[in-house]
């Protein structure tokens, strides 16, 4: 069955630091990716999505991933983080049997 | 306020109680789920509803009930819960087909009902 994986549980940052978030699911075919971010004591939103195309997705407030079908991989990326942008980040991937499977999660902790 | 509702946001109950969570969109979508949030845990998938139709049940225990009277409102029907239970409760809709292709698009979620069973 599918699976996936976010790498770490926990991320701690200064501000201006550089994210890179790891996500990878375990079947390959045709996925469609996500990434959805949880701020604290607020629902759960999508980030990004990919669906086809250009493999380099951009999402909302300057956050963009990256999908590597050779390596099941879709990481998300910011260059330079804010206090603002802690929250949980969670993967979820889409297979052929349309079946939405989530990542656990990784929180986001922006030192100020 | 995303255009799902979720009532009540916090919710504690005795074993033996009877309680129900309830969802409301009001985003014309086409398709309500139940997911449980648990920490350092993936989202578990419920139940799912395509136009007021169960299509998933990922066999949940019977003690957790869903009902949808039509596609707006999504309720969980709680009765005889665990402590294990205690978690976090997101509604979500979306606009999808039917059957196969419920869930292919993007979610919409409510802010949860946390849920402490003592």
């Known amino acids: 069955a599918q699976s996936v994986s976010q790498h770490n549980h926990h991320v701690i940052l200064s501000e201006a630091a550089s994210l890179e978030l790891g996500c990878n699911y375990s079947y390959g075919g045709t996925v469609n990716l996500f990434w959805y971010v949880q701020y604290p004591g607020q629902h759960l939103q999508l980030l990004l999505k990919?669906?086809?195309?250009d493999p380099l997705v951009k999402g909302i407030k300057g956050f963009e991933a990256e999908f590597i079908k050779s390596k099941f991989s879709f990481n998300l990326r910011k260059p330079s983080v804010q206090w603002s942008d802690t929250a949980e980040y969670f993967c979820a991937v889409k297979d052929s049997n349309y079946q939405l499977i989530w990542g656990a999660g990784t929180k986001l902790i922006i030192k100020p | 306020e995303t255009g799902v509702t979720q009532t009540p946001r916090h919710l504690v109950m005795g074993m033996t109680n009877k309680k129900s969570l309830k969802c409301e969109q009001h985003l014309g979508h086409n398709a309500m789920y139940w997911y449980k949030q648990s920490a350092k845990k993936p989202l578990e998938l419920m139940f799912v509803?395509?136009?007021?139709?169960?299509?998933e049940n990922n066999s949940v225990p019977s003690r957790f009930s869903p009902e949808c009277p039509n596609s707006s409102h999504l309720f969980l029907h709680l009765h005889t819960l665990q402590p294990e239970d205690s978690a976090l409760y997101l509604c979500?809709?979306?606009?999808?087909?039917?059957?196969?292709?419920?869930?292919?698009?993007?979610?919409?979620f409510g802010a949860g009902s946390r849920l402490t069973v003592l």
């Open positions: 509803y395509s136009l007021e139709e169960r299509v």
């Open positions: 990919y669906f086809s195309g």
């Open positions: 979500a809709s979306s606009q999808d087909g039917q059957g196969v292709f419920v869930g292919a698009n993007v979610l919409t």
